[in-house]
T-cell receptor, first 115, second 113 residues
Framework: QQQVKQSPQSLIVQKGGISIINCAYENTAFDYFPWYQQFPGKGPALLIAIRPDVSEKKEGRFTISFNKSAKQFSLHIMDSQPGDSATYFCAASSTLSGSARQLTFGSGTQLTVLP | DTAVSQTPKYLVTQMGNDKSIKCEQNLGHDTMYWYKQDSKKFLKIMFSYNNKELIINETVPNRFSPKSPDKAHLNLHINSLELGDSAVYFC????????????FGNGTRLTVT
């Protein structure tokens, strides 16, 4: 049972283009939505995150768009660079019990930015 | 200084063996995790410890046993290894139980032959 669905599985973009990765969820208990970036041979690292009370968050070239009613959120990478080539994971967090929280990851998108 | 370090980086072993992966974090975080990343790069949580107390224990075979001697260390012991255990195992830590970012180690690639 995949609670966070991510697409596309792979994405090839020209340098300077816009990369868009989409995620959808069903569980309305999710209340925090981070994106992680993973380079080959490394662990994932937090890139940007959003709470559902805002529709957009921007940090440099990276923007999260959030649509609460549609239960969808997306990552936009503007002016994509070859150094952005990595695997991107969306995730969603919910309370497990008490103050414990659980992070559920999407299936990942392999982004390749061509020079 | 490496924030979350795992050893070994690579582990090749035969079916039926028992092996351990060690993890240490020097960030002063209270919560530590083990994640499994399969060949399709899907990340799934296995265990979470907060201040040495187990708080998340997903549906993982009981051949997998985490051990937290102190809050800076979370080791993973695997008994009777099977071919399907081949994956990359990531240790991670976070400051607390809230929406704190996870800090991942660089993974241990386990290959069972």
């Amino acid at each position: 049972q995949q609670q966070v669905k991510q697409s596309p599985q792979s994405l090839i973009v020209q340098k300077g283009g816009i990369s868009i990765i989409n995620c959808a969820y069903e569980n309305t208990a999710f209340d925090y939505f981070p994106w992680y970036q993973q380079f080959p041979g490394k662990g994932p690292a937090l890139l940007i995150a959003i709470r559902p009370d805002v529709s957009e968050k921007k940090e440099g070239r990276f923007t999260i768009s959030f649509n609460k009613s549609a239960k969808q959120f997306s990552l936009h990478i503007m002016d994509s660079q070859p150094g952005d080539s990595a695997t991107y994971f969306c995730a969603a967090s919910s309370t497990l019990s008490g103050s414990a929280r659980q992070l559920t990851f999407g299936s990942g998108t392999q982004l390749t930015v061509l020079p | 200084d490496t924030a979350v370090s795992q050893t070994p980086k690579y582990l090749v072993t035969q079916m039926g063996n028992d092996k351990s992966i060690k993890c240490e974090q020097n960030l002063g975080h209270d919560t530590m995790y083990w994640y499994k990343q399969d060949s399709k790069k899907f990340l799934k949580i296995m265990f979470s410890y907060n201040n040495k107390e187990l708080i998340i224990n997903e549906t993982v075979p009981n051949r997998f046993s985490p051990k937290s001697p102190d809050k800076a260390h979370l080791n993973l012991h695997i008994n009777s290894l099977e071919l399907g255990d081949s994956a990359v195992y990531f240790c991670a830590s976070s400051p607390g139980l809230g929406n704190s970012p996870l800090h991942f180690g660089n993974g241990t690639r386990l290959t069972v032959t």
